[in-house]
């Protein structure tokens, strides 16, 4: 038999299964007896196995006394500790936080602060129609309720103000999603009218009659100097309005754009019609019956600040200079109020006082809804 | 097959705490790492219980060890006051000897391998050569031979360190 391995000296030693009482252990058993230098490595290697062993000793924890097991059951039964993220991964999920803030933000923005659409040419572009759409119907129903609140009560033979023609609705709405709309506005303002001449007759020839009309009005003022001149339907101020549409020039600001008609409670109304005042804005001239029979006409105009009067009657002979009426018989009395926003000058045969007991019963004129 | 990790827990804890010791060389923290890994193992069904506690708790030792290195300073700091305050109530020159003992054994088995310091302190923790050989990864009939190498290596270590020592 050759001579024995340390590994099968040291499994010897430490009476592995193979080596308890097996055959190969009788036969290294033999082999040491027989060999004097197997068994000299065989004692050295169990001197060295006892001096590892106590040097392990040396390394020992010192008297260790097992908690109960209930302990140990108890600590499994403790919930596990939620692990926190390394500092690093804390500092991470800040910095993520904010930018996609930022981000949201960023992308946000444009449909948080969009401002209105302008101009009547404004088409949506792809995939802009939906997030424009709130937008659009917010400004919609905005136009669509000033005619609403303007338009006096239909009836046949009573002209109503704003010519406005269907490029002008347009414009205001704005977009092509805002058709629809802008079609029940355009139907109610003419049904207001009466007549739609204006919206069937074809963009040239409105622009035609619109232009003439508008150099026949500018000629009366120049005839005229510090009168305005009360037109009808085809007022100078209304035409020149309808022929910049029809030549594509930018729409009038809002300023300039006429008022929605203002009554007096319990008389009965004459007409309303668009007139062009002598600042250059747009008007509404309603005349309204009195009991007497007498004429009562009230110039309705946008005011110019906010920061009006309280609404107070006052004597307006400066006024009267800015809205002097041509119609027959000159007023005895001429008073302006501010009501709603408006500056509406009242003009009568009536003594002042009378005038502006009247003016204390303005209201707006109802819809046709 | 269930396991009965009471019986096992009174078996080997002893042995667990032991191994633990001389890999994180704290006796309570050895302690901790035995429980959590009996903790661990209720509920587990191991083939081999025994030698599953031992891996686990050796890759516990190794995890610790991570965060120990992290944290040395501050634990040298408060361990080296409580050892004084420990020390002094026992003999001090008994307990200097030992400390002594025990740093050149620790010492000693840092020069080791890795492979042959797991062995070794496994056969010592009372595993047989098969369990160390799946733990380890060497073959059954390897592991004589690693222990046998194992075991001059730390023996010859420690005597250098005497040596040195007393050359001084």
Known sequence: MPHISDGQIHAYLDRQVEYAESAARRALEAHVAECDECASRLEGARSLRDRAGSLLRHADPGTVTPPPFDAIVDRRGRAAPVPKLPRGFRSLAWAASVVLALAVGMYARPYVFRSAPQGASRTPRDGEAASDRPTQLAQQRVDATEPRRAAPSPGPGRTAPGAVPAEEAAGEAGGAAGAVEQDEVLEDRGRLEGEATLREAPANRQADAGLRDATRARERAAAAPGEVHVETRNAAGAAETQARRAVGAQPESEETAPPVPVIVDGLPVDSVTQVVLEDGRTGVRVVQRLESGAPLELIVRLALAAAQPAPAAVDAPGLRSQAKLRMAGEPASVAAVMFEGYEVTGSAEIPVDSLRMLLGRLRLAPGPN | ?168
């Open chain 2, 1 to 168: 097959m269930a396991v009965d990790w009471a019986a096992v827990y009174r078996q080997t804890y002893q042995d667990l705490v032991r191994f633990l010791h001389r890999l994180v060389w704290d006796a309570d923290q050895a302690q901790d790492l035995a429980q959590e890994t009996f903790a661990r193992a209720l509920g587990e069904t191991p083939d081999n219980p025994r030698a599953w506690l031992f891996r686990v708790a050796t890759n516990l030792a190794r995890d610790e060890a991570r965060m120990h290195a992290r944290r040395k300073r501050h634990l040298v700091l408060i361990k080296g006051e409580a050892k004084a305050r420990q020390e002094g109530a026992a003999d001090p020159l008994e307990a200097a000897v030992r400390h002594e003992r025990q740093a050149a054994v620790r010492t000693a088995l840092a020069s080791l391998s890795e492979r042959d310091r797991t062995a070794l302190l496994l056969w010592d923790a009372g595993l047989d050569y098969h369990e160390i050989a799946t733990e380890t990864g060497l073959s059954p009939g390897a592991v004589g031979t690693t222990l046998a190498r194992a075991r001059r290596r730390l023996v010859d270590a420690y005597e250098g360190l005497e040596t040195r020592h007393a050359a001084h």
